[in-house]
């Protein structure tokens, strides 16, 4: 069975950083494009950050120039990177991700992980 293993959560101050982490949950599971997305309570899932299997990125607006999406392919983990963390961007973080495993590339969505930024 297939699972995204999703890490790196917590609680932080504003202007703090956190990274978050994403990897299939066996290591011949293979990453292709890979988004992160977030939830806040009585919201709407939303995108935050994408990244293809060739390394192409996108960001919504309410991220750039604060987050970073990144892959490292040795270890088959994508991270995003938080920086100058706003009470706003407390959310539940989920990842959302194609991956390759049993000669098929299906979509799957992580547990999701907690991010709380206090003022």
């Known amino acids: 069975q297939v699972q995204l293993v999703e890490s790196g959560g917590g609680l932080v101050q504003a202007g703090g950083s956190l990274r978050l982490s994403c990897a299939p949950s066996?290591?011949?599971?293979?990453?292709?494009?890979v988004a992160w997305y977030r939830q806040a309570p009585g919201k709407q899932r939303e995108l935050v950050a994408s990244?293809?299997?060739?390394?192409?990125?996108n960001y919504a607006d309410f991220v750039k120039g604060r987050f970073t999406i990144s892959r490292d392919n040795a270890k088959n983990t994508v991270y995003l990177q938080m920086a100058s963390l706003k009470p706003e961007d407390t959310a539940v973080y989920y990842c959302?991700?194609?991956?390759?495993?049993?000669?098929?590339?299906?979509?799957?969505w992580g547990q999701g992980t907690q991010v709380t930024v206090s003022s």
């Open positions: 959302n991700a194609h991956v390759y495993a049993f000669g098929t590339a299906q979509p799957y």
């Open positions: 990244i293809s299997t060739g390394g192409s990125t």
């Open positions: 066996e290591r011949s599971f293979r990453l292709n494009d």
